[in-house]
């Protein structure tokens, strides 16, 4: 029995020297891994030990999947690379006709080229520049001009029921307060009248109803559904439990055109300035004399926003923009797909068969392997001293869309991970970096599709998640 014993001992410790001698992928057990995950989910894994040069996990890495916000790396880095840290969207009025004794004796001209972050306190303060230069009257049309961008103002893909919802707002060249507007409702009435639809002044927006409070037997199964009509009109139907105090919706601008338009009359008006002339949209670029401008935060502040907030608009605004200032034509998201991938391909970034229907990753048309998203991240690495895009990445338990990540905001991962996330129904994606125990730099993809916990959802719909990621992560913090 010793000499059986002593055989077995041997053997353990050759497997064991073997095992060790693998690559380091072989280490961190990722199909035991996958089975926190509820049943039926697709998961593909990368990790890859920067220092070393050596991937460390691997599983499915090649597999095509949703991803989702992750997408916005590479639309980060293409803004980088053809845009510059000195570019600013800018917002301008311009004249083709003259000022005189209070009168302006032409049109004015209002320049969109899609700033994402523009409010509408900053486009009244703009049209306040008239004012100040003496102008009391316009003496002819309104010509909007957002021939920067053209054909659709969302991407393919899009679901869509979520079109009226405010995170799929249009990144049109028009973009006010972020295309998005809210109405209250007061429900406070007894079973079987209607609800009351409040549209705040400031919004030149219509909503009506046919909302009714429903008793206790009915509200369980009650769905309020919205319906999108012509000229920003908007029909709430449906019903809902008797509420005490008003409560807000929010809804996304449907014609961005029409409402710039709206508001900009109001503003006028606002401001003394007498207009009734037409409203123009010509699809070319208008020239004429500048009156005023306005320019958003510089590229770095804008990144940052969209990364740590994973911001679809300032995604989807630079998508496009890179597309205009690339090819010098108006740019469709057709065109921001072709420029962003001529950009990435010539820094030696590899998309196959890849799809990059947007920039926001919002589109249920991307797809993206692992592997793939791991090699724009091994780019960042490579050029951060240029780049300096590591720093917009949300920090683990710190901030951004992972500052309450439950797998992530205990010792040793919180505030050493920093990862972009990327999550649509069913998606729970990270794209990012972290050190391991030897202070050695890690990249790492996780793409998780099709999770789904069934009827639990409300109530344990995180919890595999979390154990998963939790397991992870540290087991790559340990990776020896």
Same mark, same amino acid.
């Given at each position: 029995m010793e000499k059986i014993s002593s055989i077995s001992t041997a053997l353990?410790?050759?497997? !064991? #020297?073997?095992?060790? +001698? $693998?690559?380091?992928?072989a280490k961190i057990d990722l199909p035991s891994l996958t089975n926190y995950l509820p049943e039926g989910a697709s998961t593909g894994i990368i990790a890859k030990n920067l220092n070393q040069d050596q991937i460390i996990a691997d599983y499915h890495s090649s597999t095509f999947m949703l991803p989702a916000s992750t997408q916005k790396v590479f639309t980060a880095v293409a803004a980088k690379l053809v845009l510059g840290d000195d570019f600013k969207f800018d917002t301008a009025l311009l004249t083709n006709g003259k000022i005189q004794n209070?009168? $302006?004796?032409?049109n004015l001209i209002v320049r969109f080229t899609g700033d994402p972050d523009l409010t509408s306190g900053q486009l009244y303060s703009l049209l306040a520049e008239l004012k100040k230069q003496g102008i009391n009257k316009i003496n002819g049309d309104l010509i909007l001009d957002t021939s920067v961008f053209s054909s659709h103002d969302r991407g393919v893909g899009w679901i869509w029921n979520d079109l009226t919802m405010c995170f799929n707002s249009p990144p049109s060249a028009a973009n006010i307060d972020n295309n998005c507007f809210y109405a209250e409702l007061d429900a406070n009435q007894a079973p079987g009248e209607t609800v009351k639809i409040n549209v705040p002044v400031q919004f030149p927006i219509q909503v009506f109803g046919q909302v009714y409070v429903a008793d206790s037997r009915e509200s369980p199964y009650c769905q309020l559904d919205v319906v999108v009509h012509d000229n920003n009109r908007y029909q709430v139907k449906g019903c809902l439990a008797r509420q005490a105090k008003p409560f807000g919706l929010s809804f996304a601008v449907q014609d961005p055109d029409a409402y710039a338009a709206a508001i900009i009359q109001r503003q006028l008006k606002r401001l003394g300035i007498e207009f009734n002339g037409k409203v123009l949209q010509p699809q070319k670029p208008q020239?004429?004399? !500048?009156?005023?401008?306005?320019f958003s935060k510089p590229l770095p502040d804008l990144l940052k926003k969209m990364m740590k907030k994973s911001d679809n608009q300032i995604a989807d605004? $630079?998508?496009?923009?890179?597309?205009?200032?690339?090819?010098?034509?108006?740019?469709s998201f057709q065109l921001g797909t072709l420029a962003v991938k001529s950009v990435l391909q010539k820094q030696g970034i590899k998309f196959g068969n890849s799809i990059l229907a947007d920039g926001s990753?919002? +589109?249920?048309? @991307? !797809?993206?392997?692992?592997? #793939?998203?791991? +090699?724009? !991240?091994?780019?960042?690495?490579?050029n951060e001293d240029k780049l300096h895009l590591m720093e917009t990445f949300p920090i683990a338990g710190v901030d951004g869309t992972i500052s309450g990540r439950g797998g992530l905001i205990n010792p040793p991962l919180v505030k050493n991970v920093i990862a972009k996330t990327g999550s649509l129904k069913g998606v729970y994606n990270l794209a990012?970096?972290? #050190?391991?125990?030897?202070?050695?730099?890690?990249?790492?993809?996780?793409?998780? @599709?099709?999770? +789904? #916990?069934?009827e639990l959802e409300n109530k344990t719909k995180r919890a595999p998640l979390v154990q998963f990621e939790s397991e992870l992560y540290n087991q790559l913090y340990r990776e020896e």
């Open positions: 353990k410790t050759i497997f !064991l #020297t073997l095992s060790f +001698s $693998l690559p380091g992928y209070g009168l $302006l004796e032409g020239q004429g004399q !500048l009156l005023a401008q306005h605004s $630079l998508f496009r923009a890179i597309a205009y200032h690339y090819y010098k034509r108006p740019a990753g919002l +589109s249920r048309h @991307n !797809l993206v392997a692992p592997k #793939t998203m791991l +090699s724009i !991240l091994e780019y960042i690495a490579k990012g970096f972290m #050190t391991n125990a030897r202070g050695e730099k890690i990249a790492f993809v996780q793409f998780i @599709n099709g999770y +789904s #916990t069934g």
